[in-house]
């Protein structure tokens, strides 16, 4: 099974206001107060700002719209996220920027507490949102990242 995702989330409020800044940002509402914004093609386009992506690591991210997603976090906690598997392998990776500054990450390895089991870093961008796992699931879970398979689908599918 495949699931590929590259997206900003952050509280639902934040991100309505602050993607009117961004010609073809649509906002997806998520649970728990929170949104995504989905990194399609024509979007990353948009952001770039004449940089390149692979800032920080992330395939997608150019240094242009890092520095914007810095200005956002003025306003709450902002997190990028990409996270890509087929067949059940696959890779994480997510940052957060809060108050004008990266505050998280990167982060691109699962975590694990003493009896505990391991928090992908999607899961770890989500808690820093103030994301709260159910029970039997995780951070990823409980907000509803797994309601569509591709960025793409979010995008067009699952858009207030």
């Known amino acids: ?12 409020g934040l991100l309505h206001g602050v993607s009117r800044e961004v010609g073809r940002a649509r906002v ?6 929170l949104a ?9 386009d948009a952001v ?4 390149g992506t692979e800032a920080l690591g992330f395939e997608r991210l150019s240094a242009g719209f890092e520095r914007m997603l810095a200005g956002w ?14 067949g059940g392998a696959g890779e994480e990776r997510a940052a957060v ?3 004008g500054a990266l505050a998280v990450g990167p982060l691109d390895v699962p975590v694990k507490r003493w009896f505990s089991r391991p928090v992908g870093p999607v899961s770890q961008a ?7 796992r159910g029970l039997g699931g995780d951070e ?9 398979r591709w960025t793409g689908d979010w995008a067009a599918y699952g858009a207030d």
């Open 140 to 148: 990823f879970d409980a907000v509803g990242l797994g309601r569509h």
């Open 48 to 51: 770039a700002g004449g940089g």
């Open 28 to 33: 997806v509402t998520l649970r728990q107060g």
């Open 73 to 86: 976090s003025v306003a709450g906690p902002v997190a990028y996220v990409e996270a890509e598997y087929f």
């Open 1 to 12: 099974m495949a699931y590929e995702l590259r997206a900003v989330i952050a509280e639902c």
């Open 97 to 99: 920027w809060a108050d």
């Open 126 to 132: 989500l808690r820093r949102l103030g994301a709260r």
């Open 36 to 44: 995504l914004v989905p990194m399609t093609d024509e979007l990353v």
